[in-house]
């Protein structure tokens, strides 16, 4: 009976007050100047080519079929930049830290999260949308906006999350989990823009699968030295690939249940669909990390 008492009354905390969103003001973070900062100077010639695809060549989810997934919006003095997300536990979420970060050191001036959505523009009664502040960001501490290396934050929310059939929480590498995963299908979700030559940005949460790829091979591809032990790839066959709009959301595969085991973090700036891999930081790389800034932890 306790359980329940307390269920009911940080259902009401969480849900006490609708945030209404004007969508029209929110644009995908890799529209933001501080994107393309990080990016190394051979990719600068695409700044002013942005492919405007989304989850490219992917497909509309089922209703909750990603009950970690989350759209997070966080406010810039530029404007209101869209990202993915994870949910972490009841207080904290996970993303990219180029999603939460502007400028050297300059952290949003805050945000919104929506957790629980399948379709982000209508009043869901599994949807929760819930503020955070500046002071809730935690960014690695290693991370600028002048590179790509650490990225990844947790943010603490403004109120407790309420978990139910449409939000539940990621599940992460334990700590003993030392695979690297290549050969296993990964699946990458997220919200943002539709097609080429679109301004319209989804509504709905999407997704699209293809192989982990191994550190060597993704190597291989990229001909560079921007992968590291920290990044995990997943391959862009078929032109299938994350992109605008899916910055700092979940990379999964399956075992036993969904596992996540990346954040959204860069891909190709020549385009989304030219099978180039998408990148992604690795969640097994930085798990003490999260454990040492939030309230998750790990499993043995």
Request: proline share 5%; glycine share 10%; net charge neutral.
């Amino acid at each position: 009976m306790k359980t329940f008492v307390l269920l009911v009354g940080l259902l009401a905390v969480a849900s006490a007050e609708w945030i209404e969103i004007d969508w029209s003001q929110v644009r995908p973070i890799e529209e933001f100047d501080h994107y393309w900062e990080r990016l190394p100077a051979e990719m600068q010639i695409y700044r002013k080519m942005l492919p405007t695809h989304r989850i490219v060549n992917g497909q509309e989810a089922t209703p909750g079929q990603f009950p970690y997934q989350i759209a997070l919006l966080s406010e810039f003095l530029t404007g209101t930049g869209l990202c993915g997300g994870s949910v972490l536990t009841n207080n904290y979420i996970l993303t990219a830290a180029h999603c939460v970060v502007s400028g050297a050191t300059t952290l949003a001036r805050g945000g919104t999260a929506i957790m629980g959505a399948h379709n982000r523009n209508v009043n869901e009664p599994s949807q929760q949308r819930i503020r955070f502040s500046t002071g809730g960001i935690i960014r690695h501490p290693q991370y600028t906006t002048t590179n790509i290396r650490n990225d990844i934050a947790v943010v603490r929310l403004d109120a407790p999350i309420v978990f139910n059939t449409r939000v539940q929480p990621a599940r992460l590498p334990a700590r003993s989990d030392t695979r690297q995963f290549g050969g296993f299908t990964g699946t990458v979700s997220g919200f943002g823009r539709v097609s080429d030559g679109s301004t319209a940005t989804s509504a709905v949460v999407r997704f699209t699968s293809n192989p982990v790829m191994t550190n060597a091979d993704c190597i291989a591809r990229w001909n560079t030295a921007l992968i590291q032990p920290q990044n995990v790839c997943l391959s862009g066959e078929g032109g299938r690939s994350a992109c605008n709009g899916d910055s700092g959301g979940p990379l999964a595969v399956q075992d036993g249940g969904s596992l996540q085991i990346g954040i959204v973090s860069f891909g190709s700036a020549g385009g989304c669909s030219i099978g180039m891999p998408s990148v992604y930081a690795r969640v097994s790389f930085f798990l003490s990390w999260i454990e040492a800034n939030s309230d998750f932890v790990a499993r043995p």
